[in-house]
């Protein structure tokens, strides 16, 4: 199935007005943090940054501008349109549905002033509100192809959905694991690591911690074993999950960047050991999944027209036009 030239259009509408909203709140911490630098150290996870302003987003806001300008781009031209609509709202879903709680709490007031949560709040609702238009749209717009000019939406090939199923199934048992780590070494942060609350520090518009660790493990082995299966759906929910845990990577290796880790690796703790290998691996599992899922799979044969009768002898053949043949047979047939 493929969709209709108004769906595209209305799919690629409602990414611009996601990407509009989130690039809003990036331009409003540049501006407030008056250099890129401070804001990328106070993304990166500093933890000796001394900031005068609380950002109110993350590295992953970026990530998501990006899907969402890829995402409109794709509505309007990607034979896989609708599984990439489907993909981009799910996430936008799940990502900003904490917000909704989190943003109204009493533990924000001394950290963000009570418009900035209010303007904060609304753009939640209008993006829930897209998201959901996103899915809706990809679902009431399909058609079949219309003749063979028309592709079918490309799936992942074999041997990239073979190695974006090891990369994001390591990658999410990884994740998993230091998850069951944190909750066993730090049992009084739960429940806020995962719903909010006052335990635990974040953004205005980020999720909990663990609500975004637990939806990266999902998301991670979703799309790991939809590309193993070869399903259309593999190549967006992939990407998606490529890029956060590359942008994953990039902050922790920056980390271990700035703080000489690797020039004192021996001397670390093994768990610390582990985390700086975690951080490579998922910057480099990140972008492997990133190049073998870009490039679709071979072509699938489009599926011929459902109406039409066939040419010469015997009953009719979809998708090839001629002359229906008697309804009885001649005499002495």
């Known amino acids: 199935m493929i969709l209709t030239r108004g769906a595209r259009v209305t799919g690629a509408v409602l990414c611009a007005v996601l990407a509009l909203i989130v690039a809003g709140w990036l331009v409003r911490d540049l501006r407030a943090a008056d250099d890129i630098g401070a804001l990328w150290r106070y993304w990166a996870g500093y933890y000796d940054l001394r900031r ?8 992953y806001d970026v990530v998501l501008f990006v899907v969402y300008l890829v995402a409109a781009v794709a509505a309007l031209r990607s034979s896989a349109a609708a599984a990439v609509l489907v993909a981009t709202g799910a996430v936008t879903i799940v990502l900003r549905l904490p917000g909704l709680w989190n943003i109204g709490e009493s533990r924000m007031d001394a950290r963000f002033s009570d ?5 904060a709040l609304l753009c939640f609702f209008a993006a829930l509100a897209a998201a959901i238009a996103l899915i809706i749209t990809a679902g009431a717009g399909r058609r079949p192809p219309g003749d063979f000019s028309e592709r079918l939406p490309a799936r992942p090939g074999q041997g990239a959905g073979v190695v974006a199923f090891l990369f994001l199934g390591v990658a999410g048992v990884v994740v998993a694991a230091w998850e069951i780590r944190q909750a066993v070494r730090l049992p ?37 074993v939809s590309a193993l299966l070869r399903a259309v759906h593999a190549r967006p929910f992939g990407l998606i999950a490529g890029a956060l845990l590359l942008v994953g990577g990039v ?3 920056a980390r271990t960047v700035h703080y000489e880790l ?28 990133l190049l073998v899922l870009a490039r679709p799979g071979p072509e699938e044969p489009t599926a011929p027209p459902a109406l039409g ?25």
């Open 262 to 289: 690797l020039n004192h690796f021996g001397d670390l703790r093994v768990e610390d050991q582990l985390n700086v290998l975690t951080w490579f691996f998922e910057l480099i599992a990140g972008a492997v999944v």
């Open 188 to 224: 009084e942060l739960y429940p806020d690591w995962i719903v909010g609350g006052d335990r635990i520090t974040q953004g205005l518009i980020d999720p909990p911690p663990g609500w975004f660790s637990a939806v990266l493990i999902l998301l991670c082995l979703f799309a790991g």
């Open 115 to 119: 418009d900035l949560r209010t303007r």
């Open 309 to 333: 009768y066939g040419q010469g002898y015997g009953y009719p053949q979809p998708g090839v036009y001629g002359p229906p043949p008697p309804s009885q047979p001649p005499p002495g047939w």
């Open 52 to 59: 005068p302003m609380m950002p109110v987003t993350s590295a």
């Open 251 to 253: 902050l922790g290796v």
